[in-house]
């Protein structure tokens, strides 16, 4: 089957650094994606790797090794507007165009 | 305005009625999805379309029917609605083969 995982919460203090790691089972996908999502809100499209390595958009940057089946969300300078639920998210393949999705981590921020 | 909407945005309805989720969008994708999300549990995929003549079932499509109307409207049923289908209904689109999925803001679904 196929799977990723993910801690359901994790806390950090604003002004931060908080790291979100991903791990899966899958025997072959395009890339990682991650997606956060706030409270009453829709997930929204974050990062991707295709690649293994460390992609970089602003406070965050997002870092994939195929041969370790793991990945991780990096959020520097946290700000309190973070406080939402991230999940990671692969496009397997030959699987149409179907994504699977972890079941996302509320990340809570302390002032 | 939205690329992706959905109405309602919420409904409270009866046990054994029939409802009819609509999403609608202005991407021009030509695949669309129907995503439930539960505490805990992530998005799992009910549905999902790759054009108006191409409809396949996701991991949990029971109790649930759709209709893709046009490129643009993809619909999501409950042919009769009971309990544990309380939920928050996401629909989604994406362009061929990519990873990116846009999602709607959501219809927030009471079953009593």
């Known amino acids: 089957g196929q799977s990723l995982e993910q801690p359901s919460e994790v806390t950090a203090v604003e002004g931060a650094i908080v790291q979100i790691n991903c791990t899966y089972q899958?025997?072959?996908?395009?890339?990682l994606s991650w997606y956060q999502q706030h409270d009453g809100g829709a997930p929204t499209f974050l990062s991707y790797?295709?690649?293994?390595g460390l992609e970089e958009t602003g406070r965050f940057s997002s870092f994939l090794s195929r041969s370790d089946s793991y990945g991780y969300l990096l959020l520097q300078e946290l700000q309190m507007k973070d406080s939402a639920s991230y999940f990671c998210?692969?496009?397997?393949?030959?699987?149409?165009?179907?994504?699977?999705f972890g079941k996302g981590t509320r990340l809570h921020i302390l002032p | 305005d939205a690329d992706v909407t959905q109405t309602p945005r919420n409904r409270i309805t009866k046990t054994g009625k029939r409802i009819m989720l609509e999403c609608s969008q202005t991407?021009?994708?030509?695949?669309m999805y129907w995503y439930r999300q539960d505490p805990g549990l992530g998005l799992r995929l009910i549905y999902y379309?790759?054009?108006?003549?191409?409809?396949n079932k996701g991991e949990i499509s029971d109790g649930y029917s759709v209709s893709r109307q046009a490129q643009a409207k993809f619909s999501l049923s409950l042919e009769s609605a009971i309990p544990n289908q309380t939920a928050l209904y996401f629909c989604?689109?994406?362009?061929?083969?990519?990873?990116?999925?846009?999602f709607g803001p959501g219809t927030r679904l009471t079953v009593l």
């Open positions: 989604a689109t994406s362009a061929p083969d990519t990873d990116t999925q846009y």
């Open positions: 790797n295709g690649l293994d």
């Open positions: 998210a692969v496009r397997p393949l030959n699987r149409d165009d179907k994504i699977i």
């Open positions: 379309s790759f054009d108006v003549k191409d409809i």
């Open positions: 899958t025997s072959g996908f395009y890339g």
């Open positions: 991407k021009g994708h030509d695949r």
